[in-house]
């Protein structure tokens, strides 16, 4: 394989520094630093650390108390169930072009939870453990609660009995805490670090973090938000899932280090938020497809009820300088908060069945309507993230999928030319979606160039040794700024997930491309004047109409 020049400058000024580097397997080391680089706390982790999917809309109808719990219930039981297959490794092995997929983060997400440190963070899996844990966390009214959701003899608890339980945990904090101890977790990392440490001075404190930090997965039964009207009520949604909406709402109702929070509301909204490091997003949306299936199983059987202790509430002991981390979380989280702009919608007119009745990938077909859709808002293209799954080998997460390519360029200049033919035009679409979905196959195959320079770079400050100079390159710094960040989450369920920008200057895109229709997510911040979540939205949507309109106007060209 030839090198970039930048490359072969490394090892020449610095002898051993890629021989050091390929002393371990190229993927698994690559992905190793970029984990630990993302665990390093230096970027605001509410940001960029946390996704949140918006599963459904419950009919307002059948949503009461009793109801919420219900659900609640139900679901509780669905996790438990995928929990049995993880458990008895009976899990189905996931195939990509008749490869078999690394199964190994559905091992990661239950019972993990993201520990703060003063330098770096780490995460830890007590499902690993001698004892692996038998309970849930609760929260509600900002209070957590210990719930055992197993048996003496091993075996869950029923719907029924979890029913039961949550309850008891509701009629026992009817009343919200003056103190929202789980706001602390959505501070920035070196602040939550330090306050994490004047938490667990106190003995109690140590003991409820660790109920937390320990249990399989996290319940948050939220208040209802704020109405809106019916059109952006999709939006404010995905907020309360990502954020919880800021401390007059529901971010109390968090532990944002922990993995898995599923979220259902009070107004009928539900949906899970987590902790990027453990895991990506398909084995997430895996489990989440699960669960909603399992929720939609009758009970056939009542289950006899045996009594069941009372749900342990979790204590803390606020100290003046504990109120005062919790204050100074409350301002910063606020910020974030309504910095954050945030535009969910569904594009009705076509699905991924048009893209494949053309014979045109339909994750490469919304990745160039995308780049048209940023390319007329501002008149060039742009460095652009889209998450590729190295999946295919041991252990691999991701690589990067560089969606700006020369093709495409060429094609979003003719598109609004009207001096070229729709012929012409129509070509080089097919030749921008062609060439994005090399470069996808490129990258899945382990080929592309984003993990093994990380790799590199993070090699030579570990080392101690002059950086090379390509990472010292304006052109670099250009080329990692992402002003796009794109994700494709595919699912069985009608859901999509959504994440903040990466830069300030940025977007966050995610999509789930339906037979029929696409959800989409478009993220933004409000601070920086020139982005909008909606602009590019509606830029998003006549991208898309108008790409459908040339294909379906203009024959294929025959080879």
């Known amino acids: ?62 949503w009461n108390r009793p109801g919420q719990l219900r659900f609640a219930a139900k679901l509780i039981e ?16 996931e195939y990509l072009s008749g490869k078999p997929l690394c199964m190994s983060q559905y091992y990661s997400i239950l019972s993990s939870c993201r520990i703060p440190g003063p330098k770096r963070d780490s995460v830890i899996n007590y499902a690993q453990t001698k004892k692996p844990p038998t309970h849930i966390t609760v929260v509600h009214n900002f209070q957590f609660f210990e719930l055992d959701v197993y048996n003496s003899d091993r075996t869950p608890l029923t719907s029924d009995q979890i029913f039961t339980q949550l309850e008891k945990i509701w009629n026992t904090s009817l009343q919200t805490n003056k103190e929202p101890i789980g706001i602390l977790t959505s501070n920035h990392r070196n602040s939550w670090a330090k306050a994490y440490n004047n938490l667990i001075k106190d003995k109690t404190n140590k003991e409820s973090v660790k ?23 999709r939006s404010r949604v995905a907020a309360q899932m990502l954020h919880g909406g800021g401390s007059r709402w529901n971010t109390g109702n968090r532990w944002f280090d922990k993995t898995l929070q599923f979220i259902i509301a009070e107004d009928g909204s539900c949906g899970l938020v987590y902790e990027h490091a453990p895991s990506e997003g398909p084995p997430i949306v895996a489990l989440l497809d699960h669960v909603v299936e399992y929720t939609k199983k009758a009970e056939l059987v009542r289950s006899p009820m045996i009594p069941l202790p009372m749900p342990k509430k979790l204590r803390f002991n606020i100290t003046p300088e504990i109120k005062n981390d919790i204050e100074k979380a409350k301002q ?125 770079k993070l090699q030579a400050i570990e080392d101690l040794v002059s950086m090379p100079e390509i990472f010292m390159d304006t052109s670099f710094a250009v080329a990692m700024h992402f002003k796009l960040s794109t994700s494709q989450v595919p699912s069985k369920t009608d859901c999509v997930m959504c994440f903040g920008p990466v830069v300030p200057d940025g977007y966050g895109v995610c999509y789930n491309p339906m037979d029929d229709h696409i959800n989409f997510s478009v993220s933004a911040f409000n601070s920086y004047a020139d982005t909008n979540a909606a602009r590019l939205a509606h830029y998003l949507e006549q991208a898309l109409l108008d790409m459908q309109n040339l294909i379906q106007c203009t024959p294929k060209s025959k080879l």
């Open 1 to 62: 394989m030839k090198w970039p020049s930048g490359l072969e400058q490394v090892g020449t000024e610095n002898p051993g520094f890629n021989s050091c580097f390929y002393h371990y397997p190229p993927i698994v080391s690559a992905v190793g630093l970029v984990v630990a680089d993302g665990l390093s706390g230096s970027t605001d982790f509410l940001l960029w650390s946390i996704l949140a999917l918006v599963a459904s809309y419950q009919s307002k109808i059948l």
């Open 78 to 93: 669905g996790v438990l169930d995928f929990k049995t297959m993880v458990d008895n490794e009976t899990l189905p092995v």
């Open 211 to 233: 109920t937390i930090q320990k249990s399989i997965f996290t319940v948050c039964l939220d208040a209802p938000m704020p109405r809106v009207s019916d059109e952006l009520y």
């Open 332 to 456: 910063n989280l606020n910020i974030m908060v309504h910095d954050l702009d945030i535009k969910v919608f569904v594009f009705t007119q076509f699905g991924k069945n048009f893209p494949k009745l053309e014979k045109l990938s339909p994750d490469a077909f919304i990745q160039v309507a995308l780049q048209l859709a940023y390319y007329r808002m501002y008149g060039c293209v742009c460095s652009t993230y889209e998450s590729a799954s190295l999946r295919m080998f041991h252990l691999g997460r991701t690589d990067t999928i560089r969606s700006a390519s020369v093709d495409l360029l060429s094609f979003a200049h003719a598109m609004d030319d009207p001096g070229k033919q729709n012929q012409a035009k129509a070509e080089l679409l097919r030749k921008a979606v062609q060439a994005h979905r090399a470069y996808t196959d490129m990258a899945i195959s382990g080929q592309a160039i984003d993990r093994h320079l990380l790799g590199l």
